[in-house]
Nanobody, 128 residues
Framework: EVQLVESGGGLVQTGGSLRLSCATSGFIFGDYAIGWFRQAPGKEREGVSCISSDDATTYADAVKGRFTVSRDKGKNTVSLEMVNLKPEDTAAYFC??????????????????????WGQGIQVTVSS
């Protein structure tokens, strides 16, 4: 059974930091891209950052320079380090996975529709 479980969310002040983790199981971690998405109240879910199976990364413009995604192949986890958080980062954050091992090397997909498996989500709230 495929499972993705987010952790590390919470309440932080503007300018603060959080580190989200996505623990995965039930699939070959090294064959899958992992994405972080978020959904704020009243808004559509959007891609935040994604990392391919060969560790190519991409970031939404709104988070470039502030968020860093990384994967730990020994622990089958993907982390999202978030610094200099802003109130507009407040949202439910989701990690997701899809098998991308047959894609061209260096290509990372961060389109919601491409992802097959999803975690339950975790809340991040940034107070002003």
């Amino acid at each position: 059974e495929v499972q993705l479980v987010e952790s590390g969310g919470g309440l932080v002040q503007t300018g603060g930091s959080l580190r989200l983790s996505c623990a995965t199981s039930g699939f070959i971690f090294g064959d899958y891209a992992i994405g972080w998405f978020r959904q704020a109240p009243g808004k559509e879910r959007e891609g935040v950052s994604c990392i391919s199976s060969d560790d190519a990364t991409t970031y939404a413009d709104a988070v470039k320079g502030r968020f860093t995604v990384s994967r730990d192949k020994g622990k089958n986890t993907v982390s999202l380090e978030m610094v200099n958080l802003k109130p507009e980062d407040t949202a439910a954050y989701f990690c997701a996975a899809f098998e991308d091992r047959l894609m061209v090397e260096g290509i990372v997909v961060c389109r919601e529709s491409a992802y097959d498996y999803w975690g339950q989500g975790i809340q991040v709230t940034v107070s002003s």
